[in-house]
C-alpha cells in the first residue's frame, strides 16, 4: 500500500543515523501529517508555492460570524482539492464550544481514494499561539 498512497519525511523531521538517514512516513499516516501542514501553512509562507496553505490565521481573529465560518470552509476545500489529491474531501465541521478558551476544533472527513477508507483529522487551532 505505500506504493500506491506515497512516503515522506516524518513531521516534524527527525533523523536516526544508525537505520536511515531520516525518518519516514506511509500510507495514511503520511497523509494525516500533510493535512497538518497544509492546515497550518499561511498562505504565502512558502517562498516556491505562495498559494500553499489555508490562511486560518487571517480569518480567525474575525468575528466567527456564518460568513466568516463559510470563508473558512471554502479555503480548506481549495487548499485540499489543490494540494492533497490522494483525498477526497467530504465534509468540514466548526467545533467552537471552546471558543472562549481560545480553542477553535476543525474537523476534516475525508475519503482516501485508492482504498476507499473513510477517515477523520481533527485540527486545534490556540488563539493565543498566534497573536
Not at 500506491?4 to 516524518?10: H, P, Y
Not at 527527525?14 to 512516513?25: G, K
Not at 492546515?39 to 468575528?63: A, K, W
Request: proline letters at 5%.
Amino acid at each position: 500500500m505505500a506504493s500506491f498512497l506515497g512516503q515522506g519525511w516524518a513531521f516534524p523531521p527527525s533523523f536516526d543515523r544508525m537505520h536511515t538517514p531520516t525518518e519516514m512516513v506511509s500510507e495514511e499516516e503520511d497523509i494525516r501529517q500533510s493535512l497538518t501542514i497544509l492546515m497550518s501553512t499561511r498562505r504565502g509562507e512558502r517562498f516556491l508555492q505562495p498559494d500553499y496553505g489555508v490562511g486560518i490565521y487571517d480569518m480567525v481573529c474575525h468575528n466567527m460570524d456564518l460568513t466568516t465560518r463559510t470563508q473558512l470552509k471554502a479555503a480548506i476545500k481549495e487548499a485540499v482539492l489543490y494540494f492533497e489529491p490522494r483525498i477526497t474531501l467530504e465534509d468540514i465541521l466548526l467545533d467552537m464550544t471552546d471558543e472562549y478558551n481560545g480553542i477553535l476544533r476543525i474537523e476534516l472527513v475525508y475519503r482516501i481514494r485508492l482504498t476507499n477508507v473513510r477517515s477523520n483529522l481533527v485540527f486545534p487551532y490556540y488563539y493565543e499561539e498566534h497573536l
